[in-house]
């Protein structure tokens, strides 16, 4: 019995030591750093691997540092300097463990222009392409400017992400040298030539009309250009 409460009294001792000792805490050593990749697609091209290289390239990795060394400012600033990763956020444990958690960005719309490829994020922003990932997204290419990107082709992206038909039905955009929009779809062996991209949603519209009362009865593949360009027509041209 008294062996046990001795037991008590040196362990209870300790605990004060480290946990009511203010010192004591924050001289501990980090020991452990868990970290938590937050995704809002189906698709991961984080991982614990890439966070831990990013920290270490800043030095600021924090297993095996004081607690009292670590910056938890920073080691945010550091990863949400990375242009695949939207927020950070990381916080500090009583038993010397880092806790980080990142949420990565959230591709809608690939863009190849001239020599740069990239993506557009669901919140306008340029992102590089992560290497080894494949994202089922239209893709973008023809004369496109850093501006047209991160705007219109962004609000495009946006309404054909939220809309299942169109979403599933256009595959390729291509912007023209003066700014006429050409829609490559995903089903039908034809191009569509959908002229300004702020007249989308009305050209759209008289699209999606002419599929449902023509293509549906005539076919798919009878022409090889559908032209929305004129205001309450359709001119197609039949394939030779």
């Known amino acids: 019995m008294l062996l046990t409460l001795l037991f008590l009294l040196t362990g209870y001792i300790a605990f004060a030591v480290i946990f009511m000792n203010p010192k004591a805490r924050i001289d501990k050593e980090c020991t452990k750093m868990d970290i938590e990749v937050v995704k809002s697609a189906e698709e991961s091209y984080l991982n614990d691997s890439l966070v831990e290289s990013l920290l270490k390239k800043t030095k600021l990795y924090p297993v095996g540092k004081k607690i009292s060394e670590i910056s938890m400012d920073s080691i945010e600033t550091a990863l949400e300097s990375n242009k695949l990763i939207k927020t950070a956020e990381s916080y500090k444990t009583i038993d010397g463990t880092v806790k980080v958690k990142v949420f990565q960005r959230t591709p809608i719309l690939r863009v190849m222009t001239g020599n740069e490829t990239y993506f557009i994020d669901s919140e306008g922003e340029k992102m590089p392409v992560p290497s080894d990932f494949t994202a089922y997204l239209p893709l973008a290419t023809g004369r496109i400017s850093d501006a047209y990107a991160k705007d219109q082709l962004y609000n495009f992206a946006l309404f054909l992400q939220k809309d ?77």
């Open 164 to 240: 299942k038909f169109w979403n599933s039905q256009i595959e390729q955009i291509n912007i023209e040298a003066n700014l006429d929009v050409e829609l490559i779809p995903r089903v039908g062996n034809h191009r569509i030539i959908l002229g300004k991209m702020e007249d989308y949603k009305e050209n759209l519209n008289k699209l999606k009309l002419f599929y449902n009362k023509g293509l549906n009865k005539m076919g798919w593949n009878r022409y090889s250009i559908i032209n929305l360009k004129y205001k309450n027509q359709v001119v197609c041209t039949k394939q030779e």
